[in-house]
């Protein structure tokens, strides 16, 4: 059974700092690994998307990796700002199921 | 439409009441999914749609959860005899196919008096 595991729960760090939030998952039989950001009272947004058979992803501030075979995946985000402060969320398709498994996300608060 | 919409944004309702939730997924995406994801909490799976059939409807907590789909469009999400601890944000993604990249909507809260 699939578990994901996001580690920190919770994180506050002056702006401008760079960050790496961590998530882990058990069952290495992925299609892929998407991370979202989801704002207070909002739906989730779509950040990245890494292939199972790609090494990393990167859109502006973001850089995504995934290393299946020790089944984990990094988001860093460079020059923090007040403006990415929400929570961060993992998920896994395992292979033979389309069902996306979530991790619990990291809290973060970037302080002005 | 341009993104995922569900309706209705907030709902209240007394115990015992029916309640249902809808949710219109992109053009054009065959996969749809629905989570439940209570105060404070993480998201909890409900069902898959591939189409207008469900291959995974595991997640559903029991019985008085039921979810339907109409060709490759429409979903809606009921509950029946609601109950309190039903109370939570249901929120529903869509994708162009199943296991690729997901879009949500804003979900719809709902809480049980």
């Known amino acids: 059974k699939q578990e994901v595991t996001q580690i920190p729960a919770a994180l506050s760090v002056p702006e401008g700092e760079n960050l790496v939030l961590n998530c882990s998952f058990t069952?290495?039989?992925?299609?892929?690994l998407q991370w979202f950001r989801q704002d207070p009272g909002k739906g989730l947004t779509s950040l990245l998307l890494?292939?199972?058979?790609?090494r990393e992803q990167t859109s502006g501030r973001l850089n995504a990796s995934l290393d299946k075979s020790s089944g984990r995946s990094t988001l860093y985000i460079a020059a923090s700002q007040p403006g990415d402060s929400a929570t961060y969320l993992c998920?896994?398709?395992?292979?033979?199921?389309?069902?996306?498994?979530f991790g619990t996300g990291t809290r973060l608060k970037v302080l002005a | 439409g341009a993104g995922v919409s569900q309706s209705p944004s907030n709902k209240v309702t007394e115990k015992g009441k029916d309640v249902e939730l809808r949710c219109d997924p992109i053009?054009?995406?065959?996969?749809l999914y629905w989570y439940r994801q209570r105060l404070g909490q993480g998201l909890e799976f409900l069902i898959y749609?591939?189409?207008?059939?469900?291959?995974?409807k595991s997640g559903l907590p029991s019985d008085r959860f039921s979810a339907e789909r109409t060709g490759e469009s429409v979903s809606t999400l009921t509950i029946q005899r609601t109950q309190q601890e039903d109370s939570a944000v249901y929120l529903c993604?869509?994708?162009?196919?199943?296991?690729?990249?997901?879009?949500f909507g804003e979900g719809s809260r709902l809480t049980v008096l």
């Open positions: 053009s054009g995406h065959t996969a």
């Open positions: 749609f591939q189409g207008n059939s469900a291959p995974d």
């Open positions: 069952d290495s039989a992925i299609y892929n």
């Open positions: 993604a869509s994708s162009f196919q199943g296991a690729v990249e997901l879009f």
């Open positions: 890494i292939q199972s058979s790609q």
């Open positions: 998920a896994v398709p395992t292979s033979g199921t389309y069902k996306y498994i």
